[in-house]
């Protein structure tokens, strides 16, 4: 990891190991892209063509690509920053300042030539990973300055003969869809205007030239750490140059700098690869454990959450009983989800009303979480701070603290407003309450849920009401900040009705995400593949329910299901009390086997296989332990046990199957394949515990 300078091409150098960035200062100090992508020098950098438009014209500007696109002058693509002067002017001409490096990190100083506002470029490697961001600062004494839009930073690949990208669609309960398709000549913009990260889109994205496959190719890919609104916007243009910006907020949204204000975007990470898609997927991996978890060396227990079970039919002595069983099974964390506080029978009513419900907690909840510990489990208890139903003691005492806006209805979605967290008596309220949940019932982990997207987002007498859209989501940030300091033993999952709010800005603060309220088995295959595509097995929350399942109506053995949710942090989420004796007895050997692959799984490196049919398989390795979970949904007659060919292997080292005895050498396990003992029928599944013996 190092940076350099040129300071007779005024160019900049960033290195990883095996990847290398170079930026430099144009005449007009703008700063312009280089190289992204394998590793060179910076006598090999100052040799490279500035990349102007090789269709210059008084419609065009020949100007290379900017670093961050500043509105202003001859450029007519996506502006990363845009600036409306208090004098009605716009657009933004720059003067460069000075840089500064230390730590690895690269600060780059501009103003504009006329105007009093300082823009920093900050550049900072984490290993192989390329954190970009921006601050901008008004020095202007008198006068605001109006930022309509601040990217945290713009990107470009090098020209190839095509583009393609790869990016995570999807809804509620079918989250992560990954897709991949040729990127049109164009502007594509992938986007969230929901108030969270959103389960319609994520903010990552990869970009190839068509031909990279899983363990070949370069690939370019970037994800933002940000979950509130967003923007990304990809542009192809018609001569083949491709570049990307992408930041907090979505279209129409303005930020007003008062005067001697400063504004911090989050950060966007990039990562250039060139070997293929899991390799990016292993090096975003390893940069979330690395730089972004905030304990990624503790290894996530084995979890059973009640939602499924119980719904809002939350009693002590059902929750108890549950409670028990799980510890039975295995457990050794145990979530009581929502229905127990307020009025909280159902959806329309309670939220807000953070004391236990106490005809359901007749002695509040401290009964219930020293049976919990009793039992040698962990505590965990699901709130859902940022909403409000109107039908809670709190809407009635405070309606004015949601996000709302004069003559507009306020519309309710699952029956629920929104908490205006930007709002700093409204934040202090929040913290308030869950610091209190947290210190007097020994809570050692929350589910911290938000069930809907924000609509009517207004701040009435707000001198600068859309700042909201960034403030409430920084407030969440610093509510979540404040209780792991305080409380250093708490951890937290993200979850946004499922999926709705897993991006890097939130793992930053939070242990792990719960990808999707889908469970069922066959579904979450997809799910958690695209999920893996950014985020590690470590942090992706996977519960075993019953069959037939909510969502799908489907029925999978309890081995199938099992065998999917191993592949990220292993969870229960089934109603115990109706589980055959077999269930029970086959569940904790089940449990059993993934405490001992757990490691592996969680700290271990992944490499996604396919096989043949509907085979799919994830290989975890760490050191010379390599985990092998395989799945078939189905196979059509005439189509036997498939191999797995594995491709994390040494072809000359020997693997032992440590239950089965059997040993492979390396490159059979490469060429011909892992033979999976799979059973017949649908829904079969394996996993395999390797041990490198040679
Ligand atoms: C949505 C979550 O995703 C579910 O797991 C559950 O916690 C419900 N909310 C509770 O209302």
Redesign the pocket.
């Known amino acids: 990891m190092s940076i350099s300078f040129d300071p007779d091409n005024r160019l900049w150098l960033l290195c990883g190991a095996t990847t290398a960035y170079a930026l430099r200062l144009d005449q007009d100090d703008t700063v312009r892209h280089v190289h992204w992508g394998a590793p060179i020098s910076l006598d090999q950098a100052a040799l490279l063509p500035t990349r102007v438009s090789p269709a210059a014209s008084s419609f065009e500007a020949d100007a290379g690509v900017d670093e961050l696109t500043a509105d202003g002058g001859a450029r007519f693509g996506p502006a990363g920053l845009q600036v409306r002067w208090a004098d009605g002017g716009r657009g933004v001409e720059w003067r460069y300042l000075r840089h500064e490096a230390d730590d690895g990190h690269l600060r780059i100083e501009l103003a504009d030539r006329y105007y009093p506002l300082r823009l920093t470029l900050h550049y900072r490697m984490r290993g192989d990973v390329l954190e970009r961001w921006t601050s901008v600062h008004n020095l202007d004494e008198r006068d605001p300055v109006t930022l309509l839009r601040c990217d945290s930073a713009g990107w470009a690949v090098p020209e190839r003969p095509d583009y393609r990208v790869s990016h995570l669609v999807g809804g509620w309960n079918s989250e992560f869809q990954l897709r991949r398709t040729a990127v049109p000549v164009a502007e594509t913009v992938f986007t969230s205007r929901r108030g969270l990260t959103s389960h319609h889109a994520n903010p990552w994205l990869a970009i190839d030239d068509g031909t990279a496959v899983e363990e070949h190719g370069e690939v370019w890919s970037t994800a933002l750490a940000w979950s509130g609104s967003w923007r990304v916007t990809l542009h192809r243009d018609p001569v083949g140059r491709t570049t990307w910006t992408g930041g907090f907020g979505h279209e129409g949204l303005v930020w007003t700098l008062a005067p001697g204000e400063r504004l911090e975007t989050p950060i966007f990470a990039g990562l250039y690869t060139a070997g293929g898609f899991g390799a990016a997927s292993r090096a975003w991996h390893d940069y979330v454990r690395r730089h972004v978890l905030p304990d990624p060396d503790e290894t996530r227990p084995v979890l059973y959450?009640s939602?499924e079970a119980t719904g809002f039919d939350v009693t002590e002595e059902g929750q108890r009983d549950l409670a028990r069983r799980a510890a039975d099974l295995g457990a050794e964390l145990f979530v009581m989800?929502?229905g127990w506080f307020g009025a909280r029978s159902g959806e329309h009513a309670g939220l807000g009303d953070w004391t236990p419900n106490q005809d359901r907690f007749r002695y509040g909840l401290t009964p219930l979480a020293a049976e919990v510990h009793r039992l040698g489990m962990a505590f965990g208890l699901?709130v859902?701070p940022e909403m409000v139903n109107p039908d809670s003691d709190l809407y009635r005492a405070h309606p004015d603290w949601v996000l709302h806006m004069a003559h507009r209805r306020r519309t309710e979605m699952r029956h629920q407003l929104v908490l205006n967290l930007a709002r700093p008596d409204v934040a202090e309220w929040t913290h308030g309450w869950l610091d209190a949940l947290v210190g007097e019932h020994g809570v050692d982990f929350l589910?911290w849920?938000a069930?809907r997207a924000f609509t009517e987002a207004g701040w009435p007498g707000a001198d600068d009401p859309d700042r909201l859209w960034i403030g409430h989501t920084r407030a969440v940030y610093r509510i979540m900040d404040r209780l792991r300091a305080d409380h250093p033993g708490l951890r937290i999952e993200a979850?946004a009705?499922?999926g709705g709010r897993a991006d890097l800005g939130i793992l930053t603060r939070t242990d792990q995400v719960?990808p999707s309220?889908n469970t069922d088995p066959v579904d979450r295959i997809g799910i958690q593949h695209g999920f893996s595509q950014l985020y590690p097995a470590r942090v992706s929350g996977a519960w075993v329910t019953d069959c037939p399942n909510v969502t799908t109506a489907r029925t999978t053995p309890l081995r199938f299901r099992f065998h999917v949710a191993m592949a990220g942090v292993l969870g229960l989420g089934g109603d115990l009390g109706a589980w055959s004796e077999r269930d029970r007895k086959e569940g904790a050997e089940l449990v059993a086997a993934y405490k001992l692959i757990r490691p592996v799984v969680q700290h271990g490196q992944a490499y996604r296989l396919g096989g043949s049919g509907t085979l799919t398989a994830v290989q975890y390795v760490l050191d010379d332990e390599h985990v092998v979970l395989a799945w078939c949904p189905t196979r059509r007659f005439g189509h036997g046990s498939p191999a797995l060919r594995l491709t994390a292997v040494q072809p000359d080292a020997v693997y032992r199957d440590l239950d089965g005895g059997a040993t492979y050498p390396g490159a059979l396990l490469r060429e011909s394949g892992l033979p999976l003992d799979l059973p017949a029928g649908d829904y079969a599944s394996a996993l395999v515990r390797l041990r490198r013996v040679a």
């Open positions: 959450n939602w989800d929502d699901w859902e589910k849920d069930n979850c009705g499922g719960w309220d």
